[in-house]
């Protein structure tokens, strides 16, 4: 199984700052890695697919990058709806999901 | 516009049975991968179950190989989940999700239902 890590846990930030979260595999994934953001009493919405891509709706603030193992999703200047949970994603072999960063108010 | 909407959570005994089932709208049915995603009380995402758009290529996580079997019904625009032989560790959330790759296999989890919870517990 490939196993997803995301640093940090928790990342307290202002509306404003830029938010830089990581993943990283276990093993290559290639660009087969996915970001989705959940809030409170929701499901996750998926924000990049294939490690870069926006998916359809998603605000040009966020961004995502990297392959083999190493990702990054970037969110450029929090806005307040953006405070939340961030999981990623593979689908290089099977699904697996990382443990998830959470966006605080700092 | 797409609406994924669950049904058959509640609570069950341990080693008890129960069916989930997932209505489809807003998309073709059949030219979509679906699959299940579980998420225990505050604990992060797991995947389940997945399947092609013709009801082929079925996969499972391996915590619920043999325990569970996803099925779908294009007639009906419902995707199902069989849960047979339920422990406490499968408490959870369960959310069904489209996806918008290749017709016979997930790619990502592109659209959610607001998920039905299943509590397994004596």
Redesign the interface.
Known sequence: EIELTQSPATLSLSPGERATLSCRASQSVLTYLGWYQQKPGQAPRLLIYDASKRATGIPARFSGSGSGTDFTLTISSLEPEDFAVYFCQQRFKLYTFGPGTKVDVK | EVQLLESGGGLIQPGGSLRLSCAASGFTFSNYAM?W?RQAPGK????VS?IGGRGDSA?Y??SVKGRFTISRDSSRNTLYLQMDSLRADDTAVY?CANSEGPVNK?????N????TLVTVSS
């Open positions: 699959t995603v992060g995402l797991e995947w997945a996969s996580a391996e959310y997930v790619y990502y989890f592109d959610w239902g607001q998920g």
